[in-house]
């Protein structure tokens, strides 16, 4: 167990949909690291927040947002979802901004029809 | 245009036999490097690290070993065993890129069989 909590691990839905992904940190750790692994792909950098602010974007799409609340928790907001956007997404979190290995949850299964 | 590869999409190994995972990347930024371990319906999680002002990383039964003018890392497992059966996946990051971000790259993985 990382520590990493996501919700829901599995949802599937139809296109033109919006769906929110959640994320819990490990107790403590200040960044949040949302990855994207489709079908054949390796894990797709998506957004880091850290301590609630936005740090750095990758290869995430307009239609995709996430913001990081007081709490610490993250939620990645996808919306007028298409079939390529069926993949897992994954939370993964660090204690700062810069050292260490990241923690990683276990993923939310996004399946669209 | 893939940063971090990882040629070999599955390997297959006898058990008590070593594992050679490879590893090449592109970016001459790149300054530390890591290996995941995923299961299936479980998130990555982290095996072993290697700074590049180091060539070589132990622990245990796994060993990194970095060749910089090469680009190109590789995973030693040692000896090899049924529960090391997974995807393991190469990741990289440039330690102090721009923003204090500190993303990691990651190949597409290798899969690991190791036959009793």
């Given at each position: 167990?990382?520590g ?14 919006r769906?929110?992904?959640?994320c ?7 960044s ?24 750095a ?7 995709f ?9 993250s939620?990645?907001n996808?919306s007028?979802?298409?079939?390529g ?29 | ?18 594992s ?16 995941y371990?995923?299961y ?26 970095l060749?910089?003018?090469a ?11 049924p ?7 190469c ?17 597409k ?8």
């Open positions: 167990d990382s990493v909590t996501q919700t829901p691990k599995h949802l599937i839905t139809a296109t033109g949909q769906v929110t992904l959640r819990s940190p490990r107790s403590g750790d200040l949040v690291y949302w990855y994207q692994q489709s079908l054949d792909q390796g894990l797709q950098f998506l957004i880091h927040y850290y301590n609630g602010e936005e740090r974007k990758g290869n995430i799409l307009e239609r947002s996430a913001q990081q609340f007081p709490d610490l928790h939620e990645l996808l007028s979802l298409e079939l956007d069926s993949a897992l997404y994954f939370c993964a979190s660090r204690r700062g901004p810069l050292t260490g290995e990241l923690f990683f949850g276990e993923g939310s299964r996004l399946t669209v029809l | 245009d893939q940063q971090v590869k990882q040629n070999s999409p599955s390997l297959s190994v006898q058990e008590g036999r070593i050679i995972l490879n590893c090449d990347y592109t970016n001459s930024m790149f300054d530390y490097f890591l290996w371990k995923k299936p319906a479980e998130g990555p999680t982290f095996l072993i690290s290697i700074s590049s002002i180091k060539d070589k990383n132990e622990d245990g039964r796994f060993t990194v070993f060749n910089k003018s680009k190109h890392l590789s995973l030693h497992i040692v000896p090899s065993q529960g090391d059966s997974a995807v393991y996946f990741a990289a990051s440039a330690h102090f890129s721009g923003a204090g971000s500190y993303q990691l790259t990651f190949g993985g290798t899969k690991l069989s190791v036959i009793p």
